[in-house]
């Protein structure tokens, strides 16, 4: 073994390796996941007299698991992911543009901060949702010159996020009438 080596393949101190339990106690362990002995060195390899008894041990149906267990586990495990965004159709964007399909609500955005415009949002399209409507508008203005104002920009991507995924189904940019590129119409989710 080389010097070079040897520095890669060095033991923890005392400090530290006092440090990486105080660290490893805070996680929680996966589901069936073994915990190391807190005596143990985390480098340090078992001995070969309590592999075999770890063998023996362990029934013959645990050895090998059946894909489809291994199929829910993984399912179980896995965060539901929450439902995509979809635009809003040809048609009941002209419905509503021609007046013809109401909107259930409206917020303005304008003069509010970033924070203060996502909690709003959050706020308003819980009630929304509550309330079953089905068509909002939110507005967040255009901004000042050649470059969109920061909420424009904001806004479409704070839509994206799962705490709003789970309340909307899809947005676009609202027709010139109702604010054009300065606002969006958004479909909520239906209540369950």
Known sequence: MSAREERRRRLLSKDERV???TFTKSIAPLRGARREPDDAEPDAAPAPAAKARAA???PASAKVAPKAALKKIAKSAAPKAPPPLA???RRLKQRVARGREAIDARLDLHGLTQAQAHAALLRFLRSAH???ARLVLVITGKGRGAEPGVLRRQVPLWL????FRSLVIGFESAHGAHGGEGALYLRV???R
């Open 130 to 132: 509550a309330r079953d």
């Open 160 to 163: 994206s996020l799962p705490e």
């Open 189 to 191: 989710r239906r209540a």
């Open 56 to 58: 023996k041990a362990a």
């Open 87 to 89: 635009p809003l159709d």
């Open 19 to 21: 440090l990486w339990k």
